[in-house]
Structure formats: structure tokens, C-alpha cells
């Protein structure tokens, strides 16, 4: 796993996002700044997905490169069983504008997540309720498991709802990564459509993710942060992602 795109943040602390960016923008190569400002216009804190014990690394990457392409900022894993792994190979890239949120337990996962506001949805087949059943007014996780178990009983009980995506062929199941693309593509467009906008962060927000992403764009940033505001704080303790999740609209 790369080192958290929120570490700019963590190492120059006392330093705003804004200084960042002013610093960083006249090294962006062209159409750099016009694309990260397009992504930002349709980013959604409000909407993540949480993967319980996942095996396979092209799975894991699949789901990465689906969340990201989606708007996700937010992917949390539980790690109970095994570390969380993707393959950079199908990802190509794309974990650098992601933050990924690992938990030893489910209960650990849905306590974080309760206390941001977020309701939690259980992919399970034979559900009652279907995709279009589910509310994505209010922050939302899409809840899947293990390629093979599926989700342990004590996630699905402690889910706030459980759907299925309905099937009308002979085939009664998709792949994992295929069926988490399936009811994301769902839920950020149900999600968009109930707040009335493409992006559910408010201002500060994305200008702390823009101050990230124009790092992660440019080669040596923290070299050259250094030299414009003094040495990195090597020992700073962050709440970050907490702080962008208070901040959905």
C-alpha cells in the first residue's frame, strides 16, 4: 500500500490548503488542474462502500478502479480474516486519489461509520429489498463480503438493510467486483439525483482534496513544500478523513 495521499496534509499541518495548492500549481502539467478540478465538481464523501474480508487482489482492484471511476473518495475494508491486497496491475493508479480505510473487525468498521451519519446496505442474494428500495438521501455504505461466504451473519444482522440486485437470466450470480460495480453505479446516481448536485462536499472539503491531489500530481511535492514552508512535521496526528465526512453536504 503507498503512502495515504493525506500525508501533505499531515506533514505541513499548519499550512492551508490553499498555500499548498499556490505553491504546487505552476508545476502541474497542462490540463492537470482542469482535471482535477472536474473530478472534485463530482466527488461524494457521502457514499462509500465496505468490503468484509475480501481474498483475491484482482478483486480488491477491481473494486478500487470502480469506486474511484464512480466519484468515491472512501473505501473501507475489514481485515479479520486477511490483509486487504489489490493488484496494481488492474488498478493503474488509481488508489493514489482514494483513501482506503482498513478495520480489524465489522463491529469497529460500523461503529466509524455510524458515528459519520452513514446508513449501511447488506448485498445479499435472495433479499427482499432491491437497489431501487434503498435510500441514498442520507449517507450510505454498500456492505459486501468474502467472494466465496459472502458477508458473516454478524455483518448482515447489523446492517440497516439488506438488497439484492435482481437476475433475469439462468446465471443467479455475479462477481464480486461485478456486483459492487453494479450497485455503485446504482447508488451515485441515486445519491447525485436525491442531494440535487454531482458532488455532496462542502467547499473546505475539496479544498483539502484538491491540495492532495495537486501533490500527488506533481514529482518530489514534499520536497518542494519543504523548501517553500520549512521541514515536515514527521509526527502529526490527523483525523482527516473523519473531517471530510463532517464535511458532506
Known amino acids: 500500500m503507498p503512502p495515504s495521499r493525506d500525508d501533505v496534509l499531515r506533514r505541513f499541518p499548519r499550512v492551508s490548503p490553499e498555500s499548498i495548492c499556490a505553491v504546487l500549481s505552476p508545476l502541474l502539467v497542462e490540463g492537470r488542474r482542469e482535471r482535477i478540478d472536474q473530478v472534485l465538481s463530482a466527488r461524494l464523501g457521502g457514499l462509500t462502500a465496505l468490503i468484509e474480508n475480501l481474498h483475491d487482489p484482482h478483486n480488491g482492484a477491481a473494486v478500487l478502479r470502480s469506486a474511484e471511476a464512480f466519484g468515491l473518495q472512501d473505501l473501507h475494508v475489514i481485515e479479520a480474516v486477511e490483509r486487504f491486497r489489490f493488484s496494481s496491475e488492474v488498478t493503474k493508479g488509481c488508489e493514489k486519489w482514494l483513501d482506503i480505510h482498513r478495520h480489524p473487525t465489522f463491529a469497529a468498521a460500523r461503529a466509524q461509520l455510524k458515528a459519520a451519519g452513514f446508513a449501511l446496505y447488506a448485498a445479499m442474494p435472495g433479499a427482499s429489498l432491491a437497489l ?111 473531517s471530510r465526512q463532517a464535511g458532506i453536504v
Do not use: K, W
Not at 150 to 170: H, N, Y
Open 132 to 242: 431501487e428500495d434503498l435510500d441514498f438521501a442520507r449517507p450510505a455504505a454498500i456492505v459486501v463480503g468474502n467472494e466465496h461466504d459472502g458477508l458473516t451473519s454478524e455483518a448482515a444482522s447489523a446492517c440497516d438493510a439488506r438488497f439484492a440486485i435482481p437476475m433475469q437470466g439462468m446465471t443467479q450470480s455475479l462477481n464480486l467486483s461485478v456486483a459492487t460495480a453494479v450497485a455503485l453505479a446504482h447508488a451515485v446516481r441515486s445519491r447525485r439525483a436525491a442531494i440535487g448536485a454531482a458532488s455532496d462536499l462542502d467547499a473546505g472539503a475539496r479544498e483539502g482534496l484538491r491540495a492532495r491531489f495537486y501533490a500527488a500530481s506533481v514529482r518530489g511535492a514534499t520536497q518542494i513544500l519543504s523548501r517553500a514552508f520549512g521541514p515536515p512535521e514527521t509526527a502529526v496526528t490527523d483525523a482527516r478523513g473523519a
